[in-house]
Structures are given as structure tokens and as C-alpha cells.
């Protein structure tokens, strides 16, 4: 809802106005935007101006709007905010404001919570992984074991470097028990035995390749930060990576974007994790290591059956001899870096053509098709494991997709969308500029989060009568549902695509809540 400016206020607005003045033509009715998200800063004018404030270089009108941002949120207020100023075109300015109806942007409104895409946890499901915390001690075979690892690394770190390896202080049984109880869960034997013996590896010694053991206190606290096991993996209902891709090799690793028991023990410091796995797929093992970060897609990728295994292969690289020494060991290891997606322009050839030229065909998952003239997507049985197709500026689509495919965002101007009846998987969808009718996707039993905003579409009332759950469309079609006085019975979340001023924002978000 929209909330008024006090007077303790003014001396804020006073000065934003003063700033967008210069961004905005006077002369003419005009409107200039922020949206404040997470820390985040978004800017939009209508109409459309090159020089809009963009939060890299006008450090005071970044902390002007911080400032009035915090003078504008009550305590505990996080939701995203919209702030604009508007010209008349005679003289008049006005500040507005107004919070996004949930904790989504302000064009989105979520209306059931709980609601997640497949392959998304919902909060609250039950925790059934990892062994519960115990008092018993390290397992000794394990510590003897992990014991002989460390001892065969310091003698190699010593030979390159001329010293020891500056490891952290050894932690104690009561430590560990004090860790896991506060985390509820078991740490693996081999990570136990590693903290009783070096505490940590925060000086990147190189014990475990490129990851370092992070201290027991900041795994505990990173574990219990927020929802455990998440980080980083888009779970907005209408992110860009709405499919949840598999790690390699198959079936090691649960196929969803967290895990309650993926427990962050390393990292690199350079933006990427490395976490054990306590809640494996049907071919993986408790205690197995994934890794995640600015250089994975994925959401995980798979590096080891264990620490141990992952200390072995280490050893095994220094006994070869073949490391070289820069400040730490230059050790080359398998990362699960493996290739997940693939960006094709297919132009005039034949699709079958172009995904013979793609060396990691046989692991895509996420295929983007460009430019192409014609489509036949039968030609996809080459690439087994995709689940999410994105055809952009297509002619000619031949529609045959295989049922690995969860996802499909379809810009083309030709395609018949009735070829897709029946598809047992396809759940998220998004069509650009080809016409569409509502009776060829009541025939997709799976669809659930739906994508119309750029494109014609010939019933749109008839869309409330989809079992849609996440649904995009533009003003004037969202108008349409409001002008029938229908939404999606199931509907969990809208998201009003385009521009919008604040006044608009809220009146379609009010509409929508009060409508369901």
C-alpha cells in the first residue's frame, strides 16, 4: 500500500527531487524510478532516457537514497520499496512511494508462500538425512588414517616450500559435540578427524586442492544462517533458473536447488564452496563433496566421494612429483566444472548438424538454440539429459520435444504449440511473439508456471481455468482477467511484466490479492 512521507521526511524528498530534476524533461509528463531490493538499486524512467542514475557513479545520490530508503522502512520493514518522482509537464512535481505486496519485487505478489517450483524445497519439509549429533568419540581408525594423510602432506609442503604448513588449532571432542548439537547433525569420521588435528586450513595450504577447511565455529554459524543448505541458486518463483539441473555423474547427487544437509565446510576465497553432501542421491554416499559458487552452474557440482578421497588425490598429484610450487601447491584436480549448458547459433543449418559439433553433448542440460531458420526439435534425442530449451529469434519450430524437457522459452515465428499435447514434463513455459491459444496448453498436464507477457494470446479470461501456479502477463492481458473477474483457481504467484508507475503497482497488486 502506499505510505505517506512525514515532515522529518522532507528534507529528503526535497533533495531527490532536486536530483532527478536534471535526469527527467520538464517540459513533458514524465517519471523516474528506483526499486530497492536486498540492497540492490534498479532504475527506470518513463518514458525512456539514456541518462538514469545508474548507483555506480553518483556516490551521493546512492547515499541519499539509502538514506531516505531507511527514514521510509519501519522496523523489521525488508520488503522491496519503489520510490519515483513524476513531472506533470507544467512544473508539479510528486514523490510517491509504496512496498512490494510479499518479499518479492514490487511488480510480483506471492500469494502462497510454501508454494516451489519442482525440484525447490519447500520450507518446513521434513529433515530426514544426516545421523544425529552423539557423544561418542572420532572413530580411532579413521583419525589414525586421516592422521598418516596430513602427516605425507607436511613432508611434501615442507620439500616445496622449505616449512611447515600453517594450519589453524587443533580442535577437541567436546568442541565437535558443541558444533554439532548446536547444527543437529553428525559430522563424517574422516571431517571430524581433520578438525581434531589441524582446526583449520584458512592460510590455503592446499590439503584439500584449491578449498580450505573453514573453522568449526564459521561452519556452524554459515549452517545455521538462514535456511540451511541454501545459497546463491536462484529460488524466486520467477527467476531465470527456474529448472534445477542435475550434477554430474547422474544419480550421485539429489536433483534440487538446496539440501537441508549440505553442510559448507571450504572454499576457495575467491567466491566459490565446497560442502558435504549428508543426504546423497541413490548412487551417492554420506559425507561425498559438492562444490558451488561464482564459477559452477548447476546448482552443484560433484568433486569427491569424501574428504579423505579428496586428501588422496592431493597425495597421489605430489607423490607423481609433477606439482609445481607458487606459494602454495599447484594442484590440478577435478573440480565438477563439467559442462552443463551450451549456446548454439544455427542459422541456415540442420539442427542435427549443429549438435554433432557440441563435444559435451551427451551432458548438456540447459540448450540455447539462436538464429535458427528451421527448428526440428527431434533432433534433440542427441542430447540425452536436456531439460531446459531456450530458442531465441527462430523462424520455423518443429515442436517434437523430448520428454527430458522441463523448461522451454519459445521465441518463433512459426510454431504449433498443439504438437506439445500430452508432454509429461514440460512445466515451465514462456512464448514470445508467436500467437497463442489457451487450448493447446490446457493440454500440457504438467505446466504450471506460465510466460505470455511478449506475445498475443486468443482467450485470455480462459487462462483462469489453467492449473497455473505461477503465471506472467502484461498490463493490458492482466487487465483482461480483472475486466472478467477471474484468476488461476491455484495460483501462488503473479508477476505484472513491463513498466509501471507506483500508483499502478498498487492498485494491480491490491486487485490481485483481494481477487484470490
Known amino acids: 500500500m502506499l505510505t505517506p512521507v512525514t515532515e522529518d521526511r522532507e528534507a529528503l524528498v526535497d533533495e531527490l527531487v532536486r536530483m532527478v530534476r536534471g535526469q527527467l524533461d520538464p517540459t513533458r509528463e514524465s517519471t523516474w524510478q528506483v526499486e530497492i531490493s536486498g540492497g540492490v538499486m534498479e532504475f527506470r524512467t518513463f518514458p525512456e532516457r539514456a541518462n538514469v542514475l545508474d548507483g555506480r557513479d553518483h556516490a551521493r545520490e546512492f547515499t541519499l537514497l ?14 522491496p520499496l519503489v520510490m519515483e518522482v513524476s513531472s506533470d509537464g507544467s512544473g508539479g512535481w510528486t514523490f510517491r512511494h509504496a512496498f512490494a505486496a510479499s518479499a518479492a519485487a514490487v511488480n510480483t505478489v506471492v500469494l502462497d508462500s510454501d508454494y516451489r517450483h519442482p525440484g525447490h524445497p519447500r520450507p518446513g519439509m521434513p529433515r530426514t538425512g544426516a545421523a544425529a549429533p552423539t557423544d561418542e568419540p572420532t572413530d580411532p581408525s579413521v583419525l589414525a588414517h586421516v592422521a598418516g594423510l596430513v602427516a605425507r602432506f607436511t613432508e611434501h609442503y615442507q620439500r616445496l616450500s622449505g616449512e611447515a604448513p600453517e594450519f589453524g588449532e587443533a580442535r ?6 558443541a558444533a554439532e548439537r548446536e547444527m543437529g547433525l553428525r559430522l563424517p569420521e574422516d571431517v571430524r578427524a581433520l578438525y581434531r588435528l589441524i582446526g583449520d586450513d584458512r592460510n590455503e595450504t592446499g590439503l584439500m586442492g584449491r578449498y580450505s577447511l573453514l573453522s568449526l565455529e564459521g561452519v556452524a554459524s554459515e549452517y545455521l544462517e538462514g535456511q ?11 527467476g531465470l533458473n527456474r529448472v534445477v539441473l542435475e550434477a554430474d555423474p547422474p544419480g550421485l547427487v539429489r536433483r534440487v536447488s538446496r539440501n537441508d544437509w549440505w553442510v559448507v565446510v571450504a572454499s576457495d576465497f575467491g567466491g566459490n564452496y565446497c560442502a558435504l553432501d549428508l543426504d546423497p542421491g541413490p548412487g551417492g554416499r554420506p559425507g561425498q563433496l559438492l562444490v558451488y559458487g561464482r564459477d559452477y552452474h548447476g546448482p552443484v557440482g560433484y568433486i569427491a566421494e569424501s574428504v579423505t578421497a579428496r586428501m588422496e588425490a592431493v597425495l597421489a598429484e605430489l607423490d607423481a612429483g609433477e606439482v609445481e610450487w607458487d606459494g602454495y601447491p599447484d594442484i590440478s584436480l577435478p573440480d565438477g566444472d563439467d559442462p552443463y549448458n551450451a549456446s548454439e547459433r544455427v542459422g ?13 553433448r551427451d551432458t548438456v542440460q540447459q540448450l540455447y538454440l539462436n538464429d535458427a531458420e528451421t527448428l526440428d ?3 534433440l534425442t542427441a542430447t540425452p539429459r536436456v531439460r531446459e530449451l531456450r530458442i531465441n529469434r527462430a523462424g520455423h519450430v518443429d515442436l517434437r520435444l523430448p520428454d527430458t524437457v522441463e523448461g522451454l522459452k519459445l521465441d518463433a515465428r512459426h510454431a ?3 504438437v506439445l499435447s500430452g508432454h509429461p514434463a514440460l512445466w515451465d513455459l514462456t512464448v514470445k511473439d508467436l500467437p497463442v491459444r489457451v487450448a493447446d496448453l490446457a493440454r500440457l498436464p504438467a505446466l504450471s508456471s506460465l510466460d505470455l507477457s511478449e506475445t498475443e494470446v486468443d482467450d485470455v479470461p480462459a487462462l483462469a481455468d489453467l492449473g ?20 488461476p483457481k491455484d495460483l501462488a504467484a503473479a508477476r505484472r511484466a513491463g513498466k509501471a508507475r507506483v ?3 498498487v492498485d494491480w497488486s491490491g486487485w490481485v490479492m483481494s481477487a484470490r
Do not use: Y
Not at 577437541?172 to 559435540?177: M, N, Y
Not at 501456479?469 to 484468476?487: E, I
Open 377 to 379: 526439435l527431434s533432433a
Open 416 to 418: 504449433d504449440l498443439s
Open 228 to 238: 540451511p543448505g541454501a545459497w546463491g541458486w536462484d529460488e524466486d518463483l520467477f
Open 468 to 487: 497455473i501456479r505461477a503465471l506472467t502477463l502484461n498490463a493490458d492481458q492482466w487487465a483482461q482477467l480483472r475486466a472478467a473477474g477471474r484468476l
Open 172 to 177: 577437541t571432542e567436546a568442541d565437535l559435540v
Open 66 to 79: 539509502q538514506a531516505l530508503g531507511a527514514s521510509l522502512r519501519g522496523p523489521g520493514e525488508d520488503r
Open 503 to 505: 500508483a499502478e503497482l
Open 348 to 360: 541456415d543449418r540442420d539442427l542435427a548438424d549443429v549438435l554433432r559439433e557440441i563435444p559435451h
